[in-house]
């Protein structure tokens, strides 16, 4: 029984997403892929253009893109991506002298499709109740969206890991001081409350995030009552997500970036399952007064983590993928890279930590070396992911022809 339970899903996942897949022609599709990793998150703007050309053959069409800073005779005007929801009034005096170098990133092919970062999860957490609060996160954002619209970038990639241990999305009686309904009513309302400005500012943006509903999909996708089993898990970003789906305007693209598809596998058309359970799956968590905009903005994504194909494999990690059976990783990685590009809207992008996207030889003063794990990975015989992987861009390449 469960083996023509789980057929019959794929079959109805393969039908709903086929016609669905953006010119995917039988063997190339006309995907952008978009490049993120830690060097990335270590460099600046202007770091980034001086490797423009390394950038224009690698086989990506943008990359993530961080913004910090702070002014030099003020240290209390400062700004940053990972801090946004924490930060003081982010300073447009200072962000402007961004804008310059950001334009020109639409002057390179693998700089073109470039988002600007940012995290939603705080370093401390916020109160919901606490508008003060939310209204700097949201005028942040706003700020960020005109730098965005005024560069000519696209939009925005979202990040809502959580890094700082602040369970911010999950319902805490004792700090929240409210009940769980309630704190889905206010996780709502701030959902809108921090995204409006961004749409204000920029209304056909991109935005990725590395989840939306997907964020736990495992839990969801199966169950007969996700609501019930978010009340279960405490989960309050279901209803921070539906607020940005309140104020998102049907010019705006909802990329869903599914990150647990970093192990998903094309041998059992994962990729199929994943994107019908976006479509279709899913739907339990959207407010019904929101799932014609829903399916009408959605993008369907998935996050490839090319560290799942270094050769080595350590005891107790998960993210590894063996050869195929010509004793290859990188045709395991393309096979999958393929069917990813093939069931997705428009968007795949690609995640590294231990390898850089260029050897940035080109950056005299980079932050990154500054940080020992990087200037030790620069200086060994595959530090980029091109030479840990020869053939890579190529691959990237064939995917958009």
Same mark, same amino acid.
């Given at each position: 029984?469960?083996?023509?339970?789980?057929?019959?899903?794929?079959?109805?996942?393969?039908?709903?997403?086929?016609?669905?897949?953006?010119?995917?022609?039988?063997?190339?599709?006309?995907?952008?892929?978009?490049?993120?990793?830690?060097?990335?998150?270590?460099?600046?703007?202007?770091?980034?253009?001086?490797?423009?050309?390394?950038?224009?053959?690698?086989?990506?069409?943008?990359?993530?893109?961080?913004?910090?800073?702070?002014?030099?005779?003020?240290?209390?005007?400062?700004?940053?991506?990972?801090?946004?929801?924490?930060?003081?009034?982010?300073?447009?005096?200072?962000?402007?002298?961004?804008?310059?170098?950001?334009?020109?990133?639409?002057?390179?092919?693998?700089?073109?499709?470039?988002?600007?970062?940012?995290?939603?999860?705080?370093?401390?957490?916020?109160?919901?109740?606490?508008?003060?609060?939310?209204?700097? *996160?949201?005028?942040?954002? &706003?700020? /960020?969206?005109? =730098?965005?619209? @005024?560069?000519?970038?696209?939009?925005?990639? %979202?990040? +809502?890991?959580?890094?700082?241990?602040?369970?911010?999305?999950?319902?805490?009686?004792?700090?929240?001081?409210?009940?769980?309904?309630?704190?889905?009513?206010?996780?709502?309302?701030?959902?809108?409350?921090?995204?409006?400005?961004?749409?204000?500012?920029?209304?056909?943006?991109?935005?990725?995030?590395?989840?939306?509903?997907?964020?736990?999909?495992?839990?969801?996708?199966?169950?007969?009552?996700?609501?019930?089993?978010?009340?279960?898990?405490?989960?309050?970003?279901?209803?921070?997500?539906?607020?940005?789906?309140?104020?998102?305007?049907?010019?705006?693209?909802?990329?869903?970036?599914?990150?647990?598809?970093?192990?998903?596998?094309?041998?059992?058309?994962?990729?199929?399952?994943?994107? *019908?359970?976006?479509?279709? &799956?899913? /739907?339990?968590? =959207?407010?019904? @007064?929101?799932?014609?905009?829903?399916?009408? %903005?959605? +993008?369907?994504?998935?996050?490839?983590?090319?560290?799942?194909?270094?050769?080595?494999?350590?005891?107790?990690?998960?993210?590894?993928?063996?050869?195929?059976?010509?004793?290859?990783?990188?045709?395991?990685?393309?096979?999958?890279?393929?069917?990813?590009?093939?069931?997705?809207?428009?968007?795949?992008?690609?995640?590294?930590?231990?390898?850089?996207?260029?050897?940035?030889?080109?950056?005299?003063?980079?932050?990154?070396?500054?940080?020992?794990?990087?200037?030790?990975?620069?200086?060994?015989?595959?530090?980029?992911?091109?030479?840990?992987?020869?053939?890579?861009?190529?691959?990237?390449?064939?995917?958009?022809?």
């Amino acid at each position: 029984m469960k083996v023509a339970h789980c057929s019959l899903w794929i079959a109805l996942a393969l039908i709903l997403t086929t016609g669905e897949a953006s010119g995917w022609t039988g063997g190339v599709c006309g995907q952008k892929i978009i490049g993120h990793g830690w060097d990335l998150l270590s460099t600046r703007p202007e770091e980034v253009l001086d490797n423009a050309e390394a950038f224009d053959g690698s086989g990506l069409d943008g990359v993530s893109v961080a913004l910090r800073g702070s002014a030099p005779d003020d240290r209390d005007r400062h700004y940053a991506f990972s801090d946004i929801a924490v930060d003081e009034p982010w300073p447009r005096d200072l962000l402007a002298a961004r804008i310059g170098t950001l334009r020109r990133f639409k002057e390179h092919r693998g700089l073109r499709e470039s988002l600007l970062v940012f995290f939603v999860s705080p370093p401390k957490r916020l109160d919901w109740r606490d508008d003060a609060a939310w209204d700097r *996160f949201a005028g942040n954002v &706003g700020v /960020l969206a005109w =730098v965005g619209r @005024e560069s000519g970038l696209n939009g925005y990639m %979202v990040d +809502s890991e959580d890094y700082f241990k602040q369970r911010q999305y999950f319902h805490d009686p004792g700090k929240d001081g409210i009940s769980y309904a309630d704190a889905c009513r206010l996780a709502r309302k701030r959902g809108g409350h921090v995204f409006a400005p961004l749409f204000r500012e920029h209304a056909n943006a991109v935005l990725l995030s590395f989840w939306f509903f997907s964020e736990a999909e495992m839990h969801y996708a199966a169950s007969s009552d996700p609501l019930k089993e978010a009340e279960k898990r405490k989960d309050l970003w279901p209803s921070f997500v539906n607020g940005i789906l309140d104020v998102i305007p049907q010019t705006a693209k909802f990329v869903d970036g599914n990150e647990h598809a970093y192990l998903s596998d094309y041998a059992v058309n994962d990729f199929y399952v994943k994107a *019908f359970n976006q479509r279709q &799956g899913l /739907l339990g968590l =959207v407010a019904p @007064e929101n799932r014609a905009k829903y399916q009408a %903005v959605l +993008s369907v994504s998935f996050g490839q983590y090319l560290d799942c194909y270094i050769p080595e494999k350590k005891p107790g990690h998960d993210y590894y993928f063996g050869p195929a059976e010509d004793g290859s990783r990188l045709t395991h990685f393309r096979r999958n890279l393929e069917q990813a590009a093939r069931v997705s809207s428009e968007y795949v992008w690609l995640y590294g930590e231990h390898r850089c996207w260029v050897d940035w030889k080109k950056t005299s003063a980079s932050n990154l070396w500054k940080i020992k794990r990087y200037s030790d990975m620069l200086s060994s015989p595959t530090p980029t992911w091109e030479k840990t992987f020869p053939g890579l861009s190529a691959i990237l390449q064939s995917i958009k022809k």
